[in-house]
């Protein structure tokens, strides 16, 4: 069974703030991927980032990093001078293949606030 | 950018009325996704299809959803009859062989 854990319900931040968003996840795959979704306060799911389990090289996307610990089962994401426009549900996602299905963690609600 | 548009984007209906939910996706994919997100239960996969064949249905509550996909380019789930914990938001997603899902904006349904 696969599990994503999300320990932070809410994030509070003041704008230009870094912050961190935590994901820890389970499986017993020995390849998977794992996503990250942002849903803003319109609803609609917009797809972030995905990373492979055999490539454990963080990412850099402007404000946005994603660092991958395979050795701590984790995929952590921090956004860097955060804005009020990154005010949303932030989800962490687990999947074992590609056309498979995603386990959703149980999302954090981050606030930037001016 | 894959594009899906789901039908209709609110819905309101009273228990033991049926519901229909459409996704039409448009762009090319090979797979099509179910999702429900309940402050309750979160996200979660009801069924999903690759290539118009259900693959993997085992999130479906009950009997009284059924999905169906007779084309690549339309996919229908229907409640029936409707229960007032059927109240979600429904997602559509899609995705090419290789490629991450990609979420439609969702039906908001409310079951009275």
């Known amino acids: 069974a696969q599990k994503v854990t999300q320990a932070q319900t809410e994030i509070s931040v003041v704008e230009k703030e870094d912050v961190t968003l935590d994901c820890v996840y389970e499986?017993?795959?020995?390849?998977?991927?794992l996503f990250w979704y942002k849903q803003p306060p319109s609803g609609e799911l917009v797809f972030l980032i995905r990373r492979n389990s055999f490539d454990e090289q963080n990412e850099i996307s402007g404000r946005y990093s994603w660092n991958f610990q395979k050795s701590t089962s984790s995929f952590n994401f921090t956004i860097t001078a955060s804005q009020v426009v990154d005010s949303a549900v932030y989800f962490c996602?687990?999947?074992?293949?590609?056309?498979?299905?995603?386990?959703f963690g149980e999302g954090t609600q981050l606030t930037v606030n001016p | 950018d894959a594009g899906v548009i789901q039908s209709p984007r609110h819905e309101v209906t009273e228990m033991g009325q049926e519901v229909t939910l459409r996704c039409k996706p448009i762009?090319?994919?090979?797979?099509l996704f179910w999702y429900r997100q309940t402050m309750m239960r979160g996200l979660e996969l009801l069924i999903y299809?690759?290539?118009?064949?259900?693959?993997?249905d085992s999130g479906m509550p009950e009997d009284r959803f059924s999905a169906k996909m007779p084309n690549a380019s339309f996919s229908t789930l229907k409640i029936q009859p409707s229960e007032p914990r059927d109240s979600a938001v429904y997602f559509c997603?899609?995705?090419?062989?290789?490629?991450?899902?990609?979420f439609g904006p969702g039906t908001r349904l409310t079951v009275t």
């Open positions: 762009s090319g994919h090979d797979y």
């Open positions: 997603a899609i995705a090419a062989v290789g490629e991450e899902q990609y």
């Open positions: 299809f690759n290539n118009n064949v259900p693959i993997d």
């Open positions: 499986t017993r795959d020995t390849t998977y991927y």
């Open positions: 996602a687990l999947s074992p293949r590609w056309g498979s299905r995603l386990t």
